[in-house]
């Protein structure tokens, strides 16, 4: 337990880091910003309490948001990515796959399972963040657009993430 | 205190969501200076529209001052209109009865009731005896005859209309200078009648008539109106329609005129009257 516990805060850690002094760098013609830190909300275990769950991915966005200094942009998306996870994963599961159990990673769910997961809960993120940024729906149809090309790409970047990750174990 | 502690624990996740991200969203709007500046423009909006509507309930209340105010303010300009048009009468009519050698005096007035739609119409002005108004005086703009003081009281005077099939004075033709007496068929009141002009003289559309100062009432050459059309159906005699100067529906400040030497003038002309 505690050892589950110290692993996850390990990837916690690599994953900011990653995404502060790595993707951060990355923005293709202001567009693309390829947000790998959603990993750690995506391999929380399957067992986590809803409230914790909250907790984790509200203390997650803050801590992005701090070394972005958007103070509340990220985690109030990260937060709503949370509270969709859980519907989203028994939305996906069928019955025979509900004795998940663990970390929600590739090899426990399977590939074509955990990119539409990915894909779904990024989306929702995305959406969200997109549109606190602007604070309005004026231009609604170019921050879809923004959406859209940072979902694929931040979906592109965790899905290999969580590939290399699996290949390690 | 029960079902609330069940609702709670029921919709706990749904509550606890609510709760955390209305905090980020606090925090977005308050520590951003863009989506603050969103959320401060909303604010200011809504608060913009509501007192807007509250200014719009409350001027109700003042228009009644307002409507005092601008009748003030009306007021004080038809006074300064008043006097500006008194300056220019003067001036014209001085130029015109230049030859009377300034004979005349002119005392301002407002209509206060007029009617052009009858055979024998009539005006009010509000000046009578306290200006010094008397009978049988002249009562003018700067763009022709109105009419001949009928009646005074203390502070009104009524006005026989040149609109009025009572009514004759003297005029001429400017252009060639003959004179023929000039009354109304009481049909349009846009339109006059100068008769009695001999049929040798040269008449053209356009020509104005102007009056004659033969009378001791009016100066002369104040013009009244152009030639519109003529006939000799009466003998030997034009009959001239023409055109009046003069809107009488739009009539507001007149003159009256007064003949300084009024008197001195009757008495040279019929000497039996103060036999």
Do not use: C
């Not at chain 1, 309005?136 to 969580?162: E, G, K, P, W």
């Not at chain 2, 029921?10 to 209305?22: A, H, R, S, T």
């Not at chain 2, 700067?142 to 004759?168: C, P």
């Amino acid at each position: 337990m505690i050892r589950d516990s110290l692993k996850y805060i390990g990837y916690f850690v690599l994953l900011i880091v990653l995404q502060v002094f790595v993707l951060n760098n990355v923005q293709y013609s202001g567009y693309i910003n390829p947000m790998i830190y959603l990993l750690f909300i995506l391999i929380l275990p399957f067992e986590i309490k809803g409230l914790f769950l909250l907790v984790v991915a509200f203390l997650t966005g803050l801590t992005v948001d701090l070394f972005m200094n958007t103070l509340g942009m990220h985690t109030s998306a990260t937060v709503v990515m949370a509270f969709t996870r859980p519907y989203v994963i028994s939305f996906l599961s069928r019955r025979t796959d509900l004795d998940f159990k663990g970390k929600v990673i590739m090899g426990v769910t399977g590939v074509q399972w955990y990119v539409k997961y990915t894909i779904i809960l990024v989306f929702v993120h995305h959406i969200f963040l997109f549109y606190f940024e602007l604070f309005s729906f004026n231009h609604f149809f170019l921050t879809l657009l923004r959406v859209l090309l940072s979902t694929f790409f931040s979906s592109i970047v965790i899905l290999t993430a969580q590939y290399f990750t699996v290949k390690k174990k | 205190m029960n079902t609330l502690l069940r609702f709670i624990q029921k919709y706990q996740f749904l509550l606890f969501f609510l709760l955390l991200e209305g905090i980020s969203i606090w925090l977005l709007a308050s520590n951003n200076y863009y989506q603050r500046s969103k959320v401060s423009s909303v604010t200011r909006a809504f608060h913009g529209f509501t007192s807007e509507k509250i200014a719009k309930g409350t001027q109700y209340f003042k228009l009644r001052q307002i409507n005092e105010q601008l009748a003030g303010e009306n007021l004080e300009l038809r006074r300064q209109l008043a006097k500006n048009s008194a300056a220019t009468l003067k001036y014209e009519f001085s130029q015109a009865s230049e030859n009377a050698d300034m004979d005349f005096e002119f005392v301002g007035a407002r209509i206060i009731n007029n009617s052009v739609n009858k055979q024998n119409n009539f005006l009010t002005i509000n000046a009578g005896k306290n200006k010094g108004i008397e009978l049988e005086m002249g009562v003018v703009t700067n763009t022709g005859v109105v009419g001949i003081v009928s009646g005074v009281s203390e502070h009104y005077a009524t006005v026989i209309s040149l609109l009025n099939v009572d009514f004759r004075i003297s005029a001429k033709l400017e252009r060639t200078g003959y004179f023929g007496s000039l009354y109304w068929d009481g049909n349009n009141y846009k339109q006059a009648i100068l008769s009695e002009i001999p049929q040798h003289v040269s008449i053209m559309k356009g020509d104005t008539i102007v009056t004659s100062g033969f009378s001791s009432i009016f100066p002369s050459d104040i013009p009244l109106g152009t030639v519109e059309s003529f006939d000799k159906k009466a003998g030997n005699f034009y009959t001239i329609r023409f055109n009046l100067i003069n809107d009488f529906k739009q009539l507001d400040y007149v003159w009256i005129v007064t003949n300084l030497h009024k008197d001195e003038r009757e008495t040279l002309e019929n000497p039996s009257v103060n036999d």
